[in-house]
């Protein structure tokens, strides 16, 4: 397994408050340091309702912690598909920004705005997610339900 860095986009597997063992996706990773079983210790920015704090520590195994593009656009679960799709449209977006810890982990995120050319490559890359997606037709139409605003709602 590649080694993970700061700013890398994963999904984790956590304890929520309400909900028991929980996977969260994209997920942004603040701090990486060594672990002598497992080559290293990954520090992840959690969802608010994580039973741990705003930071989850997990080892990186894969049972664990995986990066959200590791595996071909082909082979990426219908979950997966949809959690990398709404990313890259947001990415895509106009004023769209990508958080970074120029401080280190314990300082405070900044946002850093995205160049053009940048989200151009997010569109391309959405434009492909969309494209395997479609081929999911029960996936696609619960995506394309639940992002349409509700007066749209049948008319697409």
């Known amino acids: 397994m590649k080694p993970f860095k700061i700013g890398d986009r994963v999904s984790v597997l956590y304890l929520s408050k309400t909900r028991g063992t929980c996977l969260a996706?994209?997920?942004?990773?603040?701090?990486?340091?060594?672990?002598?079983?497992?080559?290293?210790?990954?520090?992840?920015?959690?969802?608010?309702?994580s039973a741990r704090?705003?930071?989850?520590?997990?080892?990186?195994?894969?049972?664990?912690?995986?990066?959200?593009?590791?595996?071909?656009?082909?082979?990426q679960t219908s979950n997966t598909l949809?959690?990398?799709?709404?990313?890259?449209?947001?990415?895509?977006?106009?004023?769209?920004?990508?958080?970074?810890w120029p401080a280190g982990w314990c300082s405070a995120r900044v946002e850093?705005?995205?160049?053009?050319?940048?989200?151009?490559?997010?569109?391309?890359?959405a434009a492909l997610h969309l494209q395997e997606l479609r081929l999911w037709r029960v996936e696609f139409?619960?995506?394309?339900?639940?992002v349409t605003p509700k007066h749209l709602r049948g008319t697409l």
């Open 25 to 49: 996706m994209n997920r942004y990773v603040v701090q990486t340091s060594e672990h002598p079983v497992y080559g290293q210790k990954v520090w992840v920015e959690m969802p608010s309702e």
């Open 53 to 75: 704090d705003h930071i989850h520590i997990t080892p990186a195994h894969p049972d664990f912690i995986n990066r959200m593009d590791a595996d071909p656009i082909s082979a």
């Open 82 to 100: 949809i959690a990398n799709l709404d990313w890259h449209l947001a990415m895509a977006a106009p004023q769209s920004t990508r958080p970074t």
């Open 112 to 125: 850093e705005a995205l160049t053009e050319a940048e989200r151009a490559a997010h569109a391309a890359q």
């Open 141 to 146: 139409a619960r995506w394309k339900q639940s």
